[in-house]
């Protein structure tokens, strides 16, 4: 069974047909997905929808790009929401400096905010980064020495240095459908030197659609596609990757139920 470790399905391009998401994405051998937080004025839609079923999870937290208007500068409101047990992770929270749509100190103080919740609660930080790759490898080291947290970069898009420092701190690297798009070799060399033991799939829907649904709205049981091409660049059948990242999946947001996902694949 596969596992889609970020997709945003309070968004309006899924959320106008939730069910249908869900129904084809078991189709698609999708067991269980991680929906992400976003914004704490829109977090109680977020996880209404995994309330509503088993073997779907969210975490919590304020993008880089809401950062002006609901960034955060200390962890509280952050813990409090973690006290649901369908909440698992903490983000996605980090750096974009891409479109600046929040000032850059915002952004930063923001992040140290979540990397404390993910310390103090031990949930995974669920980091964004783009165009800040030296920025968010600072903040995540400067961090570290204060205390260890667990994480991942999800989407990477980022250079190989990133990913060198992610698994320097015991991070995992989660890929999208970037994966891929033609022009993304470099990503597909880094990917090709990750250890499978760190990996993580994820569609981000209903964004980036991979080949061969390009074009269209992306949606968890698309995620089969980048599972398929990050098997053949590990040189390993799709059979072990899935097995692999939907492992690593329940190692890293062990407050998952995986027995949740393995009655959704069955039943």
């Given at each position: 069974?596969?596992?889609?470790?970020?997709?945003?399905?309070?968004?309006?391009?899924?959320?106008?047909?939730?069910?249908?998401?869900?129904?084809?994405?078991?189709?698609?051998?999708?067991?269980?997905?991680?929906?992400?937080?976003?914004r704490l004025d829109q977090?109680?839609?977020?996880?209404?929808?995994?309330?509503?079923?088993?073997?779907?999870?969210?975490?919590?937290?304020v993008h880089p790009h809401?950062?002006?208007?609901?960034?955060?500068?200390?962890?509280?409101?952050?813990?409090?929401?973690?006290?649901?047990?369908?909440?698992?992770?903490?983000?996605?929270?980090?750096?974009?400096?891409?479109?600046?749509?929040?000032?850059?100190?915002?952004?930063?103080?923001?992040?140290?905010?979540?990397?404390?919740?993910?310390?103090?609660?031990?949930?995974?930080?669920?980091?964004?980064?783009?165009?800040?790759?030296?920025?968010?490898?600072?903040?995540?080291?400067?961090?570290?020495?204060?205390?260890?947290?667990?994480?991942?970069?999800?989407?990477?898009?980022?250079?190989?240095?990133?990913?060198?420092?992610?698994?320097?701190?015991?991070?995992?690297?989660?890929?999208?459908?970037?994966?891929?798009?033609?022009?993304?070799?470099?990503?597909?060399?880094?990917?090709?030197?990750?250890?499978?033991?760190?990996?993580?799939?994820?569609?981000?829907?209903?964004?980036?659609?991979?080949?061969?649904?390009?074009?269209?709205?992306?949606?968890?049981?698309?995620?089969?596609?980048?599972?398929?091409?990050?098997?053949?660049?590990?040189?390993?059948?799709?059979?072990?990757?899935?097995?692999?990242?939907?492992?690593?999946?329940?190692?890293?947001?062990?407050?998952?139920?995986?027995?949740?996902?393995?009655?959704?694949?069955?039943?």
């Amino acid at each position: 069974m596969l596992i889609d470790s970020h997709c945003h399905l309070d968004f309006p391009e899924l959320a106008t047909d939730e069910s249908g998401v869900l129904a084809r994405a078991k189709t698609a051998g999708v067991a269980g997905m991680l929906t992400i937080g976003t914004r704490l004025d829109q977090f109680d839609k977020v996880r209404a929808i995994a309330e509503r079923h088993g073997n779907v999870w969210c975490s919590v937290g304020v993008h880089p790009h809401e950062a002006k208007e609901e960034g955060q500068s200390t962890p509280d409101r952050l813990i409090e929401a973690t006290r649901h047990p369908k909440v698992i992770g903490i983000g996605e929270t980090g750096l974009d400096f891409y479109y600046e749509h929040s000032p850059r100190a915002e952004q930063a103080e923001s992040f140290r905010a979540h990397i404390a919740a993910s310390r103090q609660t031990g949930l995974p930080l669920i980091v964004h980064t783009r165009d800040a790759d030296q920025e968010t490898g600072d903040i995540l080291e400067d961090e570290y020495g204060k205390g260890a947290f667990p994480g991942l970069i999800h989407c990477f898009s980022s250079g190989p240095e990133v990913a060198r420092q992610a698994l320097a701190l015991g991070m995992y690297i989660s890929i999208s459908g970037i994966v891929t798009f033609k022009a993304a070799e470099s990503l597909r060399t880094i990917v090709r030197d990750i250890p499978l033991d760190r990996l993580l799939v994820e569609t981000d829907a209903p964004y980036l659609a991979p080949v061969p649904k390009r074009g269209k709205t992306n949606e968890p049981a698309f995620v089969a596609h980048t599972a398929a091409k990050v098997a053949e660049l590990k040189g390993v059948t799709v059979a072990e990757l899935e097995a692999a990242t939907t492992e690593n999946f329940f190692k890293l947001f062990s407050k998952a139920q995986r027995a949740q996902a393995e009655r959704a694949a069955c039943a």
